[in-house]
């Protein structure tokens, strides 16, 4: 039986909890390697490591346990945030935290998971930068807008703000470009799939398989849709059910990047024109129109990655 280890991390410390002959050991380490790997090294053979995913503060403790052979499971702070709550705490500290992850991997009975390498690590901090890069020239692209309503706007301000945008604007492409370039080699078939569904282009089939891993972790379309952010919430208590909107509690990159895809295949793909225009037949909203085709997309990507073949565009009609 394993023995599960709570780690709560801070950019500075880390704080850990386990249960050793069946009492509670707990304490803190600094976030530094050599710490680290100094105090892993001493843990049982069997040890389990929890922890929630922090950015990349997670990563150092992480990637020590995974090479001395330990398992290890990163949770999603949402779930933990649950967990915590179902078991009505009053109080919050980073000690606290640490115990509450042992407990939540003990009774969970949690399974280890494998980080992936080194350099797929290296293009998602590329993909994160992008999406930084892109949230940025958003803000400035409102700033101008703001300012375009001043009935005096400064001439100077109006400048700065421009060749700011202009900047990133010119790193946001060269950055694409570098991401598009160097896929690694046992994504280059995938892609080739990927880029034969009609409306999805190669950045998008690229950002698709990096954030996904080639989709190693997905059974299915509705977890990539899920994944993605466009899955409906639902609501049902009693007689009472509601669907609502999208649950937005996924990548917008991805999302924002699929969106612009349905725009195209709702033109040139066959399957997504033909349920566009039933839906919008049906009196159906434009936008309902739309995220219905970004399942379909979602699906026939899904679909080719997995089966490892072309989109073929009347498949779907020839078939009807």
Known sequence: MAHYIGFDIGKLTIHYAYYKNGELVQGELKNQLDKI?????QLPSDS????????????????????QGFILTVVNPAAS???????LSISKTDASDAVMLQRLGEERQLKGMMLPDKDWQTHRHRLLNLQHLQNDIQKLKNRISELSFHPQPDDLSVMMIEDQLELLQRQQKQLEEKVTQELPQNYQKQLVYGVSVKGIGKKTATFLLLFTQGLKDFSSPKALAKFIGIAPNIYQSGRYQKRGRICKKGHPQLRSLLYNCAKSAKRYNSACKALYEKLRAKGKPHKIAMVAI????VRQFFAVIKNETLYQDDYQLNKG
Not at 55 to 61: E, I, K, V
Not at 81 to 87: D, I, M, N, V
């Open 37 to 41: 790997e100094a105090f892993i090294a």
């Open 294 to 297: 970004m399942h379909k997309l």
């Open 48 to 67: 389990h490591g929890v922890m929630e995913a922090t950015g990349l503060y997670h990563f150092p403790l992480a990637y020590a346990l995974q090479a």
């Open 81 to 87: 945030k649950g967990y915590s709550q179902s078991l």
